[in-house]
């Protein structure tokens, strides 16, 4: 499971455990914030793919056509937003060249665990780039960072990047992490597209990487609350935090 398009904003490990207004054990605001716009690319990626593939298959649709047609909405989603937006992501590219290769070969094989190898393809892709960004000038996390600091902490992240060892080590080990969890998905989807029953795939593989990535961020939350407590200064904050 790929890690969705996040808002800029302040992550909930410099938010109050309990803002004023609210009850206590209640999410932070500013999780809250950040979690709800993610809800409609989950929607689109996982939830409708997944009901439109088995409303196709009860009306007895073949299995191939079925995994075609509701790979489609996340594709078409991805197009639509390139041609709103005038600009192409590279997730979103990765999302259509990948639909495009594997149907052709499904139309050639007859197979379609060849479709089901596509949801495979994706985490693999992605987690070898993230785990490719640990040798360029900065890793996968901090460039994720930049998304919830916005330009006002982009000054005070870069210092910390220069001057605190400590800052550049967390920040490469979650990128560790992420690259890790995506390229386990990868390696159970291979093997689950390749041995279980074609209809049990697309439930168990989108269960699966819905719960990597649960753990992985709770892993990355946690962590960064850790890191902030010890040494003073936040991961992911708009403006990194000094002990007093």
């Not at 979103?92 to 479709?115: E, K, N, Y």
């Not at 996390?141 to 910390?160: H, V």
């Not at 029953?197 to 850790?226: E, H, M, N």
Request: net charge positive; no cysteine.
């Amino acid at each position: 499971m790929s890690p969705p398009t996040t808002p800029r904003t302040t992550p909930d490990d410099t938010a109050p455990d309990n803002a004023p207004g609210t009850s206590p054990g209640a999410p932070p605001a500013s999780l809250t914030r950040t979690l709800r716009p993610l809800l409609a690319p989950l929607a689109i990626s996982i939830a409708l793919p997944l009901a439109l593939y088995y409303a196709l298959r009860a009306g007895g649709m073949a299995q191939w056509q079925a995994l075609l047609l509701s790979s489609i909405v996340p594709a078409g989603h991805a197009v639509a937003q390139a041609v709103r937006t005038r600009r192409a992501e590279v997730f979103d590219l990765l999302i259509v060249a990948l639909l495009l290769v594997s149907a052709g070969t499904s139309l050639i094989s007859g197979s379609p665990r060849v479709l089901l190898l596509k949801d495979a393809g994706l985490p693999a892709v992605l987690g070898l780039w993230i785990l490719g960004t640990l040798w360029a000038a900065r890793p996968f996390a901090y460039r994720f960072g930049e998304r919830l600091r916005g330009p006002d902490g982009a000054s005070a992240a870069e210092l910390a990047w220069q001057e605190r060892p400590e800052f550049r080590s967390a920040l490469r080990r979650l990128t560790l992490l992420w690259a890790a969890g995506q390229l386990l998905d990868a390696g159970l989807s291979t093997l689950e597209a390749l041995t279980l029953p074609v209809d049990a795939v697309p439930v168990i593989g989108r269960f699966q990487s819905l719960t990597l990535l649960a753990v992985v961020v709770v892993v990355t939350v946690r962590g960064s609350r850790a890191f902030r407590a010890r040494h003073g200064i936040s991961l992911f904050a708009a403006q990194p935090t000094t002990s007093s």
